[in-house]
């Protein structure tokens, strides 16, 4: 079942790796299929050197398993809630990238301080709040999507395709795995940007006029960067 999407699967897994975003099993990527509304997600605790695409494991759009004999990734309920809430997207992926995750440990957003940051997220990256006691002792993974989405009420999640959960680490999505990998590659880039230009002295974000050229000329309806090739 979904032996293609497996794949795709296993390729996002793994490019968290290449792209130094992971350490030991830090992290996970999922990709849910458009016909079936399946979602395909890493398993649990297995060591991403020793990761097939037949151990991916396959969940029905509530979660629960329809294949795979493996245990599915403990955050695959935030993936879940993700999924079901925020309609377009197609991938979603959690790290505990260094430098992001200082910013969540921080309980900061992060600010729009160049261009770099304007060519994938429009606008601050926010920080979610802080989940209560109560949220964390029961049903944590699925709180953890909930508190995700409740941010999301006054925001866009398509032109701001990630976040900071509170004292825990990034999520980012996209329209498919790859995308959200390329997210959460930008997200902890500038991350990393961001702690350096504060260091060196500067806390104003770019202009907005700055930030709207940068994000429309790639995302807007008259985007014109980049081009179709072989």
Request: charged share 25%.
């Amino acid at each position: 079942m979904l032996e293609l999407l497996k794949e795709k699967v296993l390729v996002a897994n793994l490019d968290l790796v290449r792209h130094n975003l992971v350490v030991f099993t830090w992290g996970n990527a999922s990709e849910r299929d458009r016909e079936t509304g399946y979602i395909v997600i890493k398993p649990s605790g297995i060591p991403y050197d020793q990761m097939k695409a037949e151990h991916m494991v396959v969940l029905d759009a509530n979660g629960k398993s329809v294949e795979g004999e493996l245990k599915p990734s403990s955050d695959a309920p935030t993936h879940v809630e993700l999924y079901r809430q925020f309609k377009e997207i197609g991938g979603v992926v959690h790290t505990h990238s260094e430098w992001a995750t200082s910013w969540a440990q921080a309980g900061k957003n992060i600010p729009a301080y160049g261009t770099t940051h304007a060519d994938y997220f429009y606008g601050e990256i926010p920080c979610a709040r802080a989940l209560t006691r109560e949220e964390v002792e029961t049903d944590y993974e699925v709180n953890t999507g909930r508190v995700i989405v409740e941010i999301f009420e006054s925001l866009d999640y398509m032109s701001l395709p990630g976040v900071l959960v509170h004292g825990h680490a990034p999520f980012t999505w996209g329209k498919d795995g790859k995308d959200a990998v390329d997210h959460a590659v930008v997200i902890e880039e500038v991350a990393k940007m961001a702690f350096r230009t504060e260091v060196l002295g500067n806390r104003i974000p770019i202009e907005q006029f700055l930030l709207d050229k940068h994000y429309l000329r790639k995302h807007g309806k008259d985007a014109y960067y980049g081009q179709q090739y072989d």
